[in-house]
Every structure is written in C-alpha cells, then in structure tokens.
C-alpha cells in the first residue's frame, strides 16, 4: 500500500510587475497609444498559428498534483468579467524535464490584468474559488497537442500542493 500524499500549503503572494519578471509579464490597462513599447505584451507566436479564445472553466478550487510548461510560446491569460484568480509557477529551465520544487510560487491575480507566461515557465492553474471563470488565453492552435510538457508531483514525489 502506498503512503498518503504529503499535502503542502503554498502561500500566494499578489502579483506585481517586479514580483512577476521571472515568469513572464504583467499586463494592465493603458491608455490607447500609437507606439509599441515594453508595456505590451512580449509575445512569441512565430512556431505556429495563433489562438486567441475564451476557456471556460468550472469549480476549480486550489489544489494541483501537476504542472505544464510549454517551450514554443509564450501564453498570455487573463479573467473576464473581473473574477481575482490565482496560479502556480515556477521560472523556466529548459536544461530539466522537471520544475526546481525550491522556486514554486503562487500568485493572487486580479481581474483587472492578464499575465504573459514566458516561453518555458512552469505553471498549474488557472485556480479560483468562483462557481466559474471564463479566461481569454492566446497560445498556438496545437500548443496543448505538441508544446504539452507536464511533470506529475503525485506520481513522481507523492506530493500535491493547495494556494492558500
């Protein structure tokens, strides 16, 4: 028989800009402006087509076992309708096939900005304690079929974590 899992509580911490850097960016309202500078979204696209859609999801709560990362794009995700939502992440580190446990972080988003995922960052989430969410998420169209690298805390250190 196996042991039960350890249940490790994660702290979220409120996104800001600088908190953020090592992950990707924060992306807040602007005013409407000609140029394009380092406020905007840093996006990487170029392997393949864009996808730009609404992901509904229900009742997720704040527990993940897993975490994804993806090496050909960037992700940018945000709420609809101002939901707060929170998300785990660990920086990229292409020379591994598994997040460093060490730097797993959580954030407390608010509904009022999106986050860009750099190319690479570890994440679980979207996470929340809304009935439900809906999420617009700009990824590459075959991004969940072919840049879908996830490693399974469960399976491989029988442990699972919950944002508090």
């Known amino acids: 028989m196996s042991a039960l899992p350890t249940m490790q509580k994660l702290a979220s911490q409120l996104i800001t800009p600088e908190n953020f850097q090592a992950y990707g960016q924060v992306i807040y309202a602007i005013g409407d402006r000609n140029i394009f500078d380092q406020e905007d979204a840093q ?5 393949g087509s864009p996808r730009f859609y609404i992901m509904r999801l229900q009742e997720k709560g704040r527990k993940f076992h897993q975490i ?3 090496i050909k794009c960037t992700q940018c995700l945000g709420s609809l309708d101002g939901k707060d939502w929170l998300m785990a992440v660990c920086p990229p580190n292409n020379d591994l096939h598994k997040p460093v446990l ?8 608010p509904g009022n900005c999106f986050i860009n995922l750099s190319v690479g960052t ?3 989430g979207p996470y929340f304690d809304h009935e439900f969410v809906d999420f617009y998420n700009l990824e590459l169209s075959d991004t969940n079929i072919v840049d879908h690298f996830s490693y399974n805390f469960l399976k491989s250190d029988n442990l699972a974590f919950e944002i508090i």
């Open 43 to 47: 996006l990487n696209l170029q392997n």
């Open 68 to 70: 994804t990362r993806h």
């Open 102 to 109: 060490s730097e797993l972080v959580a954030f407390q988003i």
């Open 122 to 124: 570890w994440h679980a």
